[in-house]
């Protein structure tokens, strides 16, 4: 049974940052390129960064330079630092493992809120 556990938002000022958490189980997580992806309101779900079993990353323009993916094989877990936060990064995270099309291969998890407000 897979399980994808997002940890970690909350409510930030702008130029603030967050660091969120997932902690994957179910499937052979090393195998994998696990991505971060994003659902503002009305808005449709985008991946926003994405990395590769051996570390190799690549992410979203708008989110280039200021996020930044790492993971750990070992846990299970992959993360997503976040850095000068501004309120259109508000939105709900989740983390899967990024198909062949770019969408997540798994069923979704319940995801972590991050809003950006004064």
């Known amino acids: 049974q897979v399980q994808l556990v997002e940890s970690g938002g909350g409510l930030v000022q702008p130029g603030g940052s967050l660091r969120l958490s997932c902690a994957a189980s179910?499937?052979?997580?090393?195998?994998?390129?696990m991505g971060w992806y994003r659902q503002a309101p009305g808005k449709q779900r985008e991946l926003v960064a994405r990395?590769?079993?051996?570390?190799?990353?690549n992410y979203a323009d708008s989110v280039k330079g200021r996020f930044t993916i790492s993971r750990d094989n070992a846990k299970n877990t992959v993360y997503l630092q976040m850095n000068s936060l501004r309120p259109e990064d508000t939105a709900v995270y989740y983390c899967?493992?990024?198909?062949?099309?770019?969408?997540?291969?798994?069923?979704w998890g319940q995801g972590t809120q991050v809003t950006v407000s004064s």
């Open positions: 899967n493992p990024v198909s062949f099309t770019g969408g997540g291969l798994y069923s």
């Open positions: 179910g499937f052979i997580f090393s195998n994998y390129y």
């Open positions: 990395i590769s079993s051996g570390g190799s990353t």
